[in-house]
């Protein structure tokens, strides 16, 4: 199987995680953890964006440098990482030395290639978003900001640009040839309807303030935040360096999925390929935007008071655990074109439906039986399975072209599906019935083994969404498995089956939150 590169945008170190932050980086690990089950090299990025003009605002606000107030909030993403427990590979900071040498040689490639050129700007400028927008643009915006809301400002400045508009030609037949390249479909029309206007050049550099990468050859400039942040998806792989033929890591490029909120897709699916081409480097796989969340059907805001930040979200992983948290993420989260609304009771309902009532209850009901009618031990199934090797392989197929596709949603559907038809397996079957006649006994023990051995496959397609108690039901159904087989039959005859009680029913709370 081939290398797998995923990658979240690198978080601005102006604010301090939150859900949109918890929740990219959650859909990057579940893609990651199912990638190394199938074998995969895979190789899982995030970090953070220290560099810009609101980093070097905010800090003398505070009375503090720079420096000092990226250290402290990177540090509080980092923390967020060890919270949730990810498993990133590799944490990159723009402010790091690795990675301020390694854009500088990329941009002396483009400027030595006349992909980037002196000139002047004139029109509106996001001082939230650090965007440049056009007058065609700026007017079709209404002057406000398209995230913030915040009126556009005018500006005037000479930087250097980068000939975005010399890329159109190129571009729109990259995405004819890739019409995957952008997901969702939704995102992926509207980057055409705006390719349709015309690509204007964009600047790679400021001179208005210093907090950045000095532009090479010109100090006065400092390289465009939004450049230099781009950059990082190669400078972690050490793809800039000049032994980057020999890094150990530079395989993993291109990106499978560079997985990022909505409100950043221009640059990621039009300025970042164009760079690539500039570089003669190929672009990432896919880029998949997701939407935003909001809450109780209301834009999440700080003065509303409904702002989910990680002291909110800690109020639901202490009440019903880290991996319903992550379920959650995943099953109702804005991973497509419409945003998803958060909502405490459904969170609860969602638990205990889906959880306590389906994962928890299937395993534990067929645990306690094999404990009571074969003392714990698994039977011999003389039946060879029935149906049910075949319904697995199914699901496991389906699983890993949901996984290849993005589609998480119905990667956690299909073993949750699995998991259903045990049950309703048992309720046809009624073993506890049949365990009343002697006569039965091979075919309460083909039963229950087929059962377990089911279990034990959802469980395994499960676990990069609930690694934690996934784990915990493995442990109790045949053991731990091996990267690269899913399949049912793991369970050897004789091998020890245990009863759980892996998601506690918990009562809805009274409180908000």
Known sequence: MDSAYITTPIYYVNDRPHIGHAYTTTLCDVWARAMRLRGADTYFLTG?????????????ERGMTPQALADENAAEFQNMLKVFGFSNNDFIRTTQERHVRQVQAFVTRLRDSGAIYLGEFEGWYDEGQEEYHTETRAKELGYKSPVSGRPLVRAREQNYYFKLSGFQARLEAFFAANPGFIQPQARFNEVMG???????DVPVTRTNFSWGIPFPGDEKHVIYVWIDALFNYLTALDAGSASSSASAKVHYWPAAYQVIGKEILWFHAV???????ALDLPAPRRIHAHSFWIRDGQKMSKSLGNFIDLAVIQTFTDRYGLDAWRWYMVTQGPLDATDADFRSGHFHEMYTAELVNTV???ASRVGAMVGKYFDGVMPADVENGGAWPERCASTVSNWEKAIDDFDLVAAARGPLDLIRGVDLFINQTEPFKLAKDSQQRDRLASILAQCSQVVRVASILLTPILPSKMEECLAGFGGAISAGRVAYGGIATGARITKMALFPRIEPATESG
């Open 360 to 362: 928890g209850n299937c």
């Open 271 to 277: 300025i970042w390929p164009a760079m690539l081409m």
């Open 48 to 60: 953070t964006d220290e560099h810009g003009h609101k980093v070097e605002k905010s800090a003398k």
């Open 194 to 200: 705006r390719m349709r206007e015309g690509l204007q």
